[in-house]
């Protein structure tokens, strides 16, 4: 006799949808000659002296468990890394986690904050993962449609306006993804207003902190009075080059951290042994390693944003991040019909708007994180696509 699964499985997990950017990604990679703006994952090898670290933890024998929270020296280092480069102090003893990835850092935030039926706004077009995760930890995501007139960047008056007797907690990304919209220290001031009058905690998603091109990066953590009510996000994977490393950390006052330690303990233990001790490597070298990657990134999202608008696209310039956001309304498609017959036509893979929310509609995400010469090469294409459509 069959078994019936579906009256097995979850209804929370039933309803989430997969990954909108796995889906277009899965199908480039199928295909010969596609230069993919798709997958946010830095063009950039983890550089060698992480590496040479890691392989010489590894012949040493480092492939025991850790603390829960990570190798107190990783824990150490990250603090300084915080207090050195953005003002923020954290007693690494218990105010700091390593985790498997800035995505795990979320999972517990989430989990650690959320009773069933709290709402966590969520600034829109939002990362594919953010709705779901609140989903599954009980919440209810509240999306805050931005747009391009005004750069895509949320304002105090609209949280404030969104803000319900269930509104529980606020969650921000600045550098933004998909848009790179930056917010600076202006703006997260008025938002922190908002925040500490209706008593809100922030989940600050800041693992594009080092990518800021044309100000100096603010984190949200470090002005008056948000440093008890925010909840800090970080890891290595985009300004360091070690997505496949998966590993990240959270930052918060003790009592947070306490509770969603005890969730880490039970459901991951802790992040690999080896791969910590190359994370200290990277913080310990990190000039030398996120500022060349910086430059060049500069130097493409330049490129990028001029030949967009030159084609036609709309488009305007990030603050940070590794991606550009362009209008494709002018086309008559959709975001999803624009993606795939780009991509079939022109052997060219970008995201499609939509799945980053329905303020995403009309346009789609470009990823510069790849070399000048395959950006000429994508423009021209797009170019000629662009043409086609007539």
Known sequence: MSVNYDTYLSETAKQIQPSGIRKFFDLASSMKGVISLGVGEPDFITPWSVRETT????????????????????????????????????DPNDQIIVTVGASQALDLAFRALLNQGDEVLIVE???VSYSSLVSLAGGNPIPLSTNAENGFKVTAEQIEAAITDKTKAILLCSPN???????????????????????????????YAELTYDEEYTSITSLEGMYDRTILINGFSKGFAMTGWRLGFVAAPKELTHVMLKIHQFTTMCAPHMLQHGAIDAL???????????NSYRRRRNYIV????????????PGGAFYVFPSIKRTGLTSEQFAEQLLLQEKVAVVPGNVFGESGEGYVRCSYATSLEQLQEAMKRIRRFIESLG
């Open 177 to 207: 993804n998909p848009t790179g919209t930056y917010l600076n220290r202006d703006e997260l001031s008025e938002i922190s207003k908002v925040v500490k009058k209706h008593d809100l905690i922030v989940v600050s998603d800041e693992i």
């Open 284 to 294: 310990q070298n990190r000039e030398t390693i996120v500022e060349h990657m910086k």
């Open 125 to 127: 077009p939002a990362f």
């Open 55 to 90: 392989i010489a933890s590894l012949e040493g024998g480092y492939t025991s468990y850790t603390a829960n929270a990570g190798l107190l020296e990783l824990r150490t280092e990250i603090a300084a890394y915080l207090k050195n480069n953005f003002r923020i102090s954290y």
């Open 306 to 317: 001029q030949s967009l608008n030159n084609i036609g696209l709309e488009c305007h310039t």
